[in-house]
């Protein structure tokens, strides 16, 4: 097995077995785990691979062959051979590929590529997993302060990178933290959904308030009540479209901190176009409805025109909540979900209210 691969499983036992499991290991294999202990396990160190194959730029083409003939069952990736100098520094980089096209007693230094694409050991594996896929490689260096090469993130760890941080995401935004049900206490699952749900709640207690002050107009115009669940459900939904994409463009680094003003135009467009499209349905359905009564079509305009800017303020909200949070380093998966569902349910019901209040004339 990988020493990276020893090194996780280890990781996540106790101390006393993990040391226990230490012991029995060869002297060799111990300081490798040993060292990649050392390091953050969410860090390039901590995902790295110890084995490599580092060669003198000094060294031919024919000798690295016959080198890597020779380690070519220890080493985890050997379609890139990395060249370093006297001090271990890493110096350039060349593919099997070119190894075997040159002339035998080619030195490595006139054929390597010098613009090498590495990561340092504490470098988060997010931008280590990010590097990967933005060049298009099977492996990036490890190197620490000094240059010197310590190490190789794999691809095949990478994915496993990818597929964990998306499974993180996904867990903060749903407000259940960020590691499955199965590894959580039932305590600690309570005590990190508890903050998510209050924010839901305080939500839900303003939108009670605000429907308790225009109680007035709901007893003369009751059927303005039958509305309410679809201009929120509206609202809500477009809102957590607009955070899902901006979160998730974020984390893969496709949306940048930046481009606050093109995301925000770009999302409040959709919204704008959304909900004056379902502003128009739902009005026509309001019109039907009670179309046998005598403000049924201000009743429609106050609906449509509720679910329009509903739908409008939660795209604007949706995306430019996590933003902003993003630019203040908050964590935008965990602290977007209840800040967009509450303000909108709040907005979504006072202006339905007010809309209607002024159109219908109560």
């Known amino acids: 097995m990988p020493a990276d691969d020893v090194a996780a ?46 060669l003198k730029q000094d ?11 020779k380690e070519h069952m220890n080493v985890e990736m050997v379609f890139y051979l990395y060249v370093v100098d006297e001090q271990g520094r890493l110096v350039g980089v060349s593919s099997l590929r070119q190894l075997v096209v040159v002339k035998p007693d080619t030195p490595l230094k006139d054929f390597m590529v010098t613009d090498i694409f590495s990561v340092k ?10 590097t990967v896929a933005r060049y298009d490689i099977l492996a990036v260096p490890v190197v620490d302060e000094l240059n010197k090469l310590v190490g190789i993130v794999t691809v095949d760890d990478v994915i496993d990178v990818i597929r964990e941080e998306a499974t993180e995401d996904i867990l903060k935004m749903a407000g259940v933290g960020d590691e499955f049900i199965e590894t959580q206490t039932i305590l600690r699952s309570t005590r990190i959904r508890l903050p998510w749900l209050f924010a839901s709640c305080i939500g839900g207690i303003g939108a009670f308030f605000i429907i308790g002050g225009f109680e007035a107009t709901l007893e003369r115009v009751s ?6 669940p679809v201009i929120m459900g509206m609202g809500g939904n477009i809102g957590t479209q607009s955070s899902t994409i901006v979160v998730r463009g974020l984390a893969t680094a496709r949306i940048n901190k930046r481009d606050l003003g093109a995301v925000v135009f770009k999302e409040l467009s959709i919204g704008i176009i959304l909900g004056f499209f379902y502003g128009l349905l739902i009005g026509c359905v309001a019109q039907v409805s009670y179309r046998n009564e005598i403000i049924a079509f201000n009743l429609a305009m106050s609906v449509g025109f509720a679910v329009f800017i509903s739908m409008s303020v939660a795209a604007l909200v949706g995306s430019i909540v996590p933003m902003l949070f993003a630019r203040i380093n908050v964590d935008p998966a965990v602290a977007t979900g209840p800040f967009v569902t509450t303000s909108i349910d709040i907005v979504s019901v006072y202006f339905y209210f007010m809309i209607a209040t002024t159109l219908i004339g109560l």
Request: hydrophobic share 45%; no cysteine.
């Open 9 to 54: 499983l280890v990781g996540m036992l106790s101390k006393e077995k993990s040391t226990l499991i230490l012991e029995k290991m060869r002297a060799g294999d111990f300081e490798e785990v040993e060292e990649l202990l050392a390091y953050q396990e969410d860090t390039a160190g901590g995902i790295m691979v110890p084995e490599f194959i580092a």
């Open 121 to 130: 050991t504490d470098t988060d594996q997010e931008e280590v997993a990010r």
């Open 223 to 228: 059927y303005l009540a039958a509305f309410i």
């Open 59 to 69: 060294s031919t083409a024919k000798e690295a062959i016959e080198i890597l003939q």
